[in-house]
């Protein structure tokens, strides 16, 4: 399984940006896709998973949304009113077998894609 993530750059504080996650070896809707981010200095967090309903970080909560399209085998995250909080390097990963209480657990996913950087300014 490979996941290849792209969308990443640099926004204005309140703009948008679409992250996209292609996933190889394995259809999306099969298996549990998150979304994590690490920021410089500080820990890997959750940021959003979707298998048949998505989840959410509390810090991004109805600002971001995660989707899927199975006919692309692509996952989706949309970044709204965007923070320079939210800078860091965002990773997508791919497990099977992630149940609900798992899912906010970068440890639970297989698979990891290389990650793609947004950085949004002040």
């Known amino acids: 399984v490979q996941l290849q993530a792209s969308g990443g750059g640099l926004v204005q504080s309140g703009g948008s940006l679409r992250l996209s996650c292609v996933v190889s070896?394995?259809?999306?809707?099969?298996?549990?896709t998150g979304w994590f981010r690490q920021a410089p200095g500080k820990e890997r967090e959750f940021v959003a998973a979707?298998?048949?309903?998505?989840s959410y970080a509390d810090s991004v909560k109805g600002r971001f949304t995660v989707s899927r399209d199975s006919a692309k085998n692509t996952v989706y995250l949309q970044m709204d009113s965007l923070k320079p909080d939210d800078t860091a390097k965002y990773y997508c990963?791919?497990?099977?077998?992630?149940?609900?209480?798992?899912?906010?657990?970068?440890?639970?996913?297989?698979?990891w894609g290389q990650g793609t950087l947004v950085t949004v300014s002040s």
């Open positions: 990963a791919a497990g099977s077998g992630i149940i609900l209480s798992e899912m906010r657990n970068g440890a639970a996913y297989n698979y």
């Open positions: 070896g394995r259809s999306v809707s099969r298996v549990v």
């Open positions: 979707i298998k048949s309903y998505p």
